[in-house]
């Protein structure tokens, strides 16, 4: 007898929902994932609950086995189809962005899946103290078991002393049901769930702010609006000791992968096991890990970067964004282009958990809501540093001035007098190069030509080994060449570098203060497991003066011998073509700035700028940032821009430029009267700003709308179908970089 069920497998980017026969296999659940063919090929599909029409006659393709059960929960989906809406996509898209990866779509291979254990699970709450049921004194630890350590594998309730018998009996009283699915190994050994470290007494501010945030119940949305070093880090970690006592998961994102250990390690003192963390430097295992772990429902505390945002938590008590204006939480390729904060408002909203965004530095969009009329989202301040330890004053060095003085190089005197007086007070400083590599690029000083990468439209930046062999390096797709003596274009040898990158500060250091001891800390010193943390450790354990690097080094780190945060061209950062060039300049700044005199010593930050006017520079000395917030908003507002208005971003991109823009304009044609009658308006088509990469040339379609009004874009598919099938298109809904 035919069985039919209803299969989500790709067939392009959709995905679509196909009949297979289930007789040949056990009972399905809309949720579990099978392997089954389609074309010829093996494929993992999904099982919906939806049925497929079965036409008379037609003889379907069995369900070759079943690879995972419950894959997939209901309420899981709810939140993955949510999000495909915010982000114009298919359901089918996010799905396979939030499963494991190869679980769903083609080539996938078994391994992934690993051993299935028969595992028992409560079908209901068991109230612990209650005793005076009719349950014989096992059955009762039985439940209580389950209850407290989530569900678990009957093998391991057995060497608990809890034989099959007693969970067959419950299972036929219904208070437990079993399955046969996967486990985490280490999940049965978590142990109730109880702080391992004393926290310290709070401030009174943080007392107060978690006061606030306990009365709040839950659904509550709030900002905690803390200066650097006041102990936000502190009040997140007291949030999350109810949800997780009650049996709750908690969140708490982290944007940098950087950030990871030093957040983990305060973790795991204070809850142990219970502490998971999930982020693109595990290994596939260790993902998958983490991720069964937590789909299994026992309580525990993720701490993740962006991508962790859509890890299966079925209960749910807390989500925390750190760092919530970092604009590494938003993805900008490939789809779907979602911003983890706004997955954690649909998140929160959903799971009616309590969301808390915290930042030194606010971003505009979260600061505006908590100022409306029935604000989504309160406002709490820490406004001082743990200690009363004083925010470090900022001194600005007018690099004009310098030069008129007739010093040309790199590094200021004042910054030169400071970091040579480190070493004999045992302090340690911060330096910020907003580039990486030895130099931002090689240009003909005769022609003016700089050497571009041959693929991107990009130019090439000089890098430059251990043993001082120097080679040229494409960011966007890692080509490499050795260089030229010779500039390609007018055959002169006047070639030079340009710019000043770590590496080259580091030179440069080297030669105006001998004995000082350096350490790099960029993607490039960095790279490999552990690679930020080995860095920081040994940077922290004293073995250097100065650490040099790139925009990483101002998030997050707290390191008490660091008295001074320089900055050595802020130029190349306020200037940049970008509606919220001002913003991400000023919270980069700012984040920098607190990085100085976390200790018992004060700290002192130096900025260097040929522009010490600046509006970002004058905020930064008087560090209002709310005055700034005020400042920008009437900006953004007087301008209608974001968040003033809503913007779309169509990307195309396809080996043939020509290709490229033609598709653009014939895609705008198809749409300009739609978009038009929502009053919405075209920028563009135009080339990206950065017109070629990796041999792809790239294209963008700017639509600008009123503010919260829907995007007027037919589905993506449709789209798709207006362009050749070299083309590819990448919608951007709310993009971060304009
Ligand atoms: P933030 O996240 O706001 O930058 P942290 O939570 O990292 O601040 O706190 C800064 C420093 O102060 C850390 O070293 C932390 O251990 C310490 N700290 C935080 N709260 C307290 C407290 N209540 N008592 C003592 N030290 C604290
Ligand atoms: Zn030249
Ligand atoms: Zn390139």
């Known amino acids: 007898m035919v069985k039919p069920v209803s299969v989500w497998v790709e067939a392009g980017r959709e995905g679509r929902l196909l009949s297979y026969d289930a007789s040949g296999v056990g009972p399905l659940q809309a949720g579990?994932?099978?392997?089954?063919?389609?074309?010829?090929?093996?494929?993992?599909?999904?099982v919906s609950a939806e049925c497929a029409e079965v036409p008379a006659g037609v003889q379907l393709e069995p369900v070759l086995e079943q690879l995972e059960s419950a894959a997939v929960d209901p309420a899981w989906q709810h939140l993955l189809v949510e999000v495909s809406m915010l982000c114009h996509t298919a359901p089918f898209q996010?799905?396979?962005?939030?499963?494991?990866?190869?679980?769903?779509?083609?080539?996938?291979?078994?391994?992934?899946?690993?051993?299935?254990?028969?595992?028992?699970?409560?079908?209901?709450?068991?109230?612990?103290?209650?005793?005076?049921?009719?349950?014989?004194?096992?059955?009762?630890?039985?439940?209580?078991?389950?209850?407290?350590?989530?569900?678990?594998?009957?093998?391991?309730l057995e060497k608990k002393g809890l034989s099959r018998s007693i969970v067959k009996a419950l299972e036929q009283r219904q208070l437990l049901k079993t399955q046969r699915r996967h486990?985490?190994?280490?999940?049965?050994?978590?142990?109730?769930?109880?702080?391992?470290?004393?926290?310290?007494?709070?401030?009174?501010?943080?007392q107060q702010v978690l006061?606030?945030?306990?009365?709040?119940?839950?659904?509550?949305?709030?900002?905690?609006?803390?200066?650097?070093?006041?102990?936000?880090?502190?009040?997140?970690?007291?949030?999350?000791?109810?949800?997780?006592?009650?049996?709750?998961?908690?969140?708490?994102?982290?944007?940098?992968?950087?950030?990871?250990?030093?957040?983990?390690?305060?973790?795991?003192?204070?809850?142990?096991?219970?502490?998971?963390?999930f982020h693109s430097g595990l290994g596939e295992s260790e993902r998958l890990r983490a991720w069964r772990r937590c789909r299994s429902g026992a309580p525990c505390l993720v701490v993740g970067t962006r991508s962790a945002i859509f890890l299966p938590l079925p209960k749910l008590g807390l989500i925390v964004l750190d760092e919530e204006h970092d604009s590494s939480y938003k993805q900008e390729s490939p789809m779907p282009c979602y911003h983890a904060r706004e997955v954690a408002w649909i998140r929160s909203r959903l799971q009616k958990c309590l969301l808390l965004l915290g930042s030194a530095t606010p971003s505009l969009e979260s600061w505006l809501l908590t100022r409306s009329k029935d604000a989504p989202l309160g406002l709490l301040h820490l406004s001082k540093?743990?200690?009363?330890?004083?925010?470090?004053?900022?001194?600005v060095v007018d690099m004009r001035l310098e030069l008129a003085d007739g010093h040309r190089r790199l590094i200021s005197r004042p910054l030169l007098e400071r970091l040579a007086a480190l070493p004999e007070r045992g302090q340690q400083a911060v330096v910020l190069v907003p580039r990486r590599g030895y130099s931002t690029f090689l240009s003909c000083r005769s022609c003016g030509e700089a050497v571009q990468c041959p693929h991107c439209d990009v130019s090439l930046t000089v890098h430059r080994g251990r043993d001082g062999h120097s080679w040229l390096r494409c960011h966007w797709c890692d080509h490499r060449e050795e260089i030229?003596?010779?500039?390609?274009?007018?055959?002169?040898?006047?070639?030079?570098?340009?710019?000043?990158?770590?590496?080259?500060?580091?030179?440069?250091?080297?030669?105006?203060?001998?004995?000082?001891?350096?350490l790099r800390f960029d993607r490039d010193s960095t790279r490999g497991r552990d690679g930020h943390q080995r860095l920081l450790d040994r940077f922290a354990a004293g073995e250097a003066d100065v650490l040099v690097g790139t925009q990483m080094l101002a998030k997050g780190m707290d390191l008490p011998q660091v008295t001074l945060a320089a900055v050595l061209a802020a130029d190349g950062l306020l200037h940049r073509p970008d509606v919220r060039a001002a913003e991400q300049s000023l919270q980069l700044l700012l984040q920098l700035a607190g990085r100085a005199g976390r200790g018992e010593q004060p700290g002192e930050v130096l900025v260097q700028?040929?522009?010490?006017?600046?509006?970002?520079?004058?905020?930064?000395?008087?560090?209002?940032?709310?005055?700034f917030l005020e400042e920008e908003t009437a900006v953004r507002e007087q301008g209608q821009l974001v968040p003033y208005c809503r913007a779309c971003l169509l990307r195309f991109s396809s080996p043939q430029a020509s290709?490229?823009?033609?598709?653009?304009?014939?895609?705008?044609?198809?749409?300009?009267?739609?978009?038009?009658?929502?009053?919405?308006?075209?920028?563009?088509?135009?080339?990206?700003?950065?017109?070629?990469?990796?041999?792809?040339?790239?294209?963008?379609?700017?639509?600008?709308?009123?503010?919260?009004?829907?995007?007027?874009?037919?589905?993506?598919?449709?789209?798709?179908?207006?362009?050749?099938?070299?083309?590819?298109?990448?919608?951007?809904?709310?993009?971060?970089?304009?």
């Open 211 to 277: 006061e606030a945030i306990k009365a709040s119940g839950d659904q509550q949305a709030w900002l905690l609006w803390g200066v650097t070093g006041s102990g936000k880090t502190e009040v997140y970690l007291r949030c999350c000791l109810e949800p997780l006592a009650a049996g709750q998961s908690v969140l708490l994102l982290t944007p940098e992968i950087g950030l990871i250990p030093q957040l983990l390690e305060r973790c795991r003192r204070r809850f142990g096991d219970a502490v998971v963390s």
């Open 94 to 156: 996010v799905l396979k962005t939030a499963l494991p990866s190869g679980w769903l779509g083609q080539k996938r291979s078994n391994s992934s899946h690993g051993r299935q254990q028969l595992v028992a699970e409560l079908t209901q709450p068991y109230p612990s103290d209650d005793g005076a049921n009719d349950l014989s004194a096992k059955q009762q630890r039985l439940l209580q078991e389950l209850q407290r350590n989530g569900p678990q594998s009957l093998s391991k």
């Open 659 to 738: 290709i490229t823009a033609s598709s653009a304009t014939t895609l705008l044609e198809a749409i300009r009267a739609k978009i038009e009658q929502a009053g919405w308006c075209a920028i563009g088509p135009a080339p990206a700003a950065r017109a070629k990469v990796a041999g792809l040339s790239r294209w963008q379609l700017l639509l600008q709308g009123p503010a919260e009004s829907p995007l007027p874009l037919p589905a993506e598919q449709e789209l798709r179908q207006l362009l050749p099938r070299s083309v590819n298109l990448s919608i951007d809904p709310d993009p971060l970089e304009l």
């Open 484 to 518: 030229n003596q010779r500039c390609s274009h007018c055959g002169s040898t006047a070639f030079k570098p340009f710019g000043a990158g770590t590496q080259r500060v580091m030179d440069s250091l080297e030669q105006e203060l001998e004995g000082l001891r350096l």
């Open 385 to 395: 540093r743990i200690r009363e330890r004083p925010l470090p004053p900022v001194r």
């Open 609 to 627: 700028t040929y522009s010490p006017d600046h509006r970002v520079i004058r905020h930064l000395v008087d560090g209002r940032y709310g005055r």
């Open 32 to 46: 579990d994932l099978v392997r089954v063919r389609l074309r010829g090929r093996l494929h993992a599909g999904l």
């Open 183 to 206: 486990l985490e190994d280490k999940e049965s050994a978590v142990e109730a769930i109880s702080p391992q470290e004393q926290p310290p007494p709070l401030s009174a501010e943080q």
